[in-house]
């Protein structure tokens, strides 16, 4: 895979989605003003590293990995902050959290050429597809000692992208293509390069989504516009299509579990509805319909902890491009509560703090807290840079 220039990309995936865990959203650049709550804590500068002039393929990993914090480990609650800098670069930043709001200055850990990448679970190691100029390659980079290595060979004519850790961290899951991303094969390797294996042969996918809670199945994407979700049984190879122009926002323990945002691609007002879905049984529901002309819509969605709420990006005509937060009770009938000052929400995780999520400044972004999933909200992250995507180590 060639490295994605990130912010274009934001773009274009915002035109086609309101949704997706690890999208950035257009409305995250707005200019539209916003009023802001006072901060828990200010937040450092970040500052950014200088511009790379990179050759047309990499081969060198000292080009492609940047650390920035030696033998960083995550303690407490610690939120990943992922933003795309002038250079083009990533840089994870990461911000302590605790009940009140940010526990701490937040800490840059280590800047990145970008591609597809992944946070191993407990944040110990990043997975990343880097282009060759022959083809592309899976590389790891260890947050502790800041060493990198090779983990795909070089094969020319083949790129591999979009890693997946397992839930354990001892091996990845990624797509492999051999005619220009046409068709892809799902494949599984060991984190330290033993045991690959492809699991599904090629077809039209643009790889690994993500994995179920109990890491028995794997999500991917047939393609299509708007995404489809597809479940890969690991231990026997079926597979189960659940949705059409359909995106996997959260999941839950018990059934219904997956939490899904139907429609909303590719043109008009953004947002679809929100189906859960029964992925044993394969039955489904709306959790909240989708009005007409798209009033209301629903975009990014996460349960909360116990997995009886949602937080939702509602759309409505008084705000069709940029939405705000609104809390969805499913065991009262999908009663509906929105929640103030939470216009241009984007990035939605819901923790046991509270619910976390981003918000466009007049220039930049910032990342806010709901403790305890009402509020008031408190500023914990700002940034001028675009935030690509939020995730909290376990």
């Known amino acids: 895979m060639r490295n994605i220039v990130v912010a274009l990309l ?22 539209t003003p916003t009023a802001t709550t006072p901060s828990a804590a200010p937040s450092a500068a970040i500052a950014s590293p200088t511009a790379r002039v990179l050759p047309s393929g990499i081969t060198d990993l000292s080009l492609v990995f940047k650390p920035l914090a030696s033998g960083w480990r995550p303690t407490g609650t610690t939120l990943i902050v992922a933003r795309a800098m002038v250079s083009g670069d990533i840089t994870l930043v990461a911000v302590p959290l605790d009940a009140r709001g940010a526990a701490g ?7 990145f050429v ?7 679970p407990d944040g110990g190691a990043l997975a990343l597809s880097v282009w060759t100029g022959r083809g592309g390659r899976i590389a790891i980079w260890d947050v502790r000692s800041g060493a990198s290595r090779w983990l795909t060979p070089d094969e ?14 001892t091996s990845i899951f990624y797509a492999s293509s ?7 094969s799902l494949v599984q390797i ?8 492809q699991i599904r042969g090629a077809e039209r996918s643009s790889g690994p989504q993500g994995l179920t809670p109990d890491g028995k199945g794997l999500i991917w994407d047939a393609g299509g516009a708007g995404g489809t979700v597809e479940i890969l049984d690991l231990a026997t190879g079926a597979s189960r299509h659940l949705e059409n122009n359909a995106r996997v926002q959260s999941w839950r323990a018990q059934q219904p579990r997956a939490l899904l945002s139907v429609g909303g691609c ?29 009033d209301p819509a629903w975009g990014i969605a996460a349960w909360d902890p116990a997995g009886i709420r949602i937080a939702a990006v509602r759309f409505d005509s008084a705000s069709p491009y940029e939405g705000s937060l609104v809390v969805v009770d499913t065991s009262r009938g999908g009663l509906s509560t929105p929640i103030a000052d939470t216009k241009g929400a984007a990035n939605v995780l819901w923790l046991p703090l509270g619910i976390v999520f981003t918000r466009p400044l007049r220039i930049g972004v910032e990342v806010m807290l709901l403790p305890g999933g009402a509020g008031p909200a408190v500023s914990v992250y700002q940034d001028s840079a675009l935030i690509q995507r939020i995730e909290v180590p376990r």
């Open 266 to 294: 590719c043109a008009g007002r953004p947002g679809g509805e929100l189906v859960l879905w029964d992925d044993v049984a394969m039955t489904s529901s709306v959790a909240a319909p989708r009005g007409p002309a798209g």
């Open 114 to 120: 970008p591609d597809t990448w992944a946070l191993r």
């Open 10 to 31: 934001a773009a274009v995936i915002s035109a086609c989605s309101s949704s997706g865990p690890t999208a950035a959203t257009a409305a995250a650049l707005s200019p």
């Open 190 to 197: 060991g984190a330290d390069g033993s045991a690959k294996k």
């Open 156 to 169: 020319p004519g083949t790129s591999t992208f979009a890693p997946l850790w397992s839930g354990d961290g």
């Open 178 to 184: 051999s005619d220009e991303g046409r068709t892809a």
């Open 105 to 111: 200055a937040p800490v840059p850990i280590v800047s």
